[in-house]
């Protein structure tokens, strides 16, 4: 069985086609393209372009409001299907769903703490060097003296080395710090929306 998708405004994947269990992603010559069908029989132009068999695909997953299809396969490799057009991306999503009968699919809105973890991570790993830099900051700016024994960049020295530029210049830093964050995280969770899946049974 062969099922294609033509995506004259696609970048990266002008075409993506479905043939005997295999997933093809690419940009053909224009003319090979155009006279495409889905009776077409002279195919060989699909040794050039990339291609991700149904045994590889571990899992595939579409968020509502991205442009993007993402399909895991292997040990941790990923690969988009860019889609702009929201209805042509839900039918190769359902027809990937259909074809691949074996994956359980499920739909959900991720949770906001696994959705921005990377973000709230960095948030909580910057507080607590802050927290630590500006307590040294101020024994120093109280006359204690502190000494890393040993070379080497260790986060000690790190610390130590950003204690010495002062209790302002440390409360500074991190406002300037947590607003970025804080930028990157409400920006995070701006685009969080449902989210579909297509998982190997194991």
Not at 45 to 58: D, E, K, Q, R, W
Not at 77 to 87: A, F, M, Q, Y
Not at 95 to 113: G, N
Not at 165 to 191: D, P
């Amino acid at each position: 069985m062969l099922k294609l998708w033509k995506l004259s405004d696609s970048k990266t994947n002008k075409l993506i086609l479905v043939k005997d269990n295999c997933i093809y992603k690419g940009n053909p010559k224009p003319d090979e393209l155009n006279k495409l069908n889905s009776d077409s029989s002279d195919l060989a132009f699909l040794n050039h372009l990339f291609s991700i068999p149904y045994s590889y695909i571990t899992s595939i997953q579409s968020q509502v409001g991205k442009n993007e299809i993402k399909i895991y396969f292997g040990n941790g490799s990923e690969e988009e299907l860019i889609i702009k057009d929201k209805n042509t991306k839900k039918e190769v999503f359902d027809f990937l769903k259909q074809d691949i009968p074996h994956f359980k699919y499920s739909s959900e809105l991720p949770s906001v703490l696994r959705y921005a973890k990377p973000q709230f991570f960095a948030l909580l790993f910057m507080t607590a060097l802050f927290i630590w830099s500006l307590y040294l900051a101020i024994q120093i700016e109280n006359g204690a003296e502190y000494e890393i024994i040993g070379g080497g960049r260790s986060i000690t020295s790190i610390v130590l080395a950003i204690a010495n530029l002062g209790v302002f210049k440390n409360i500074i830093g991190y406002i300037i710090l947590l607003g970025i964050i804080s930028i990157s995280l409400f920006g995070k969770l701006k685009s969080r929306s449902e989210t579909e899946f297509l998982i190997r049974q194991k």
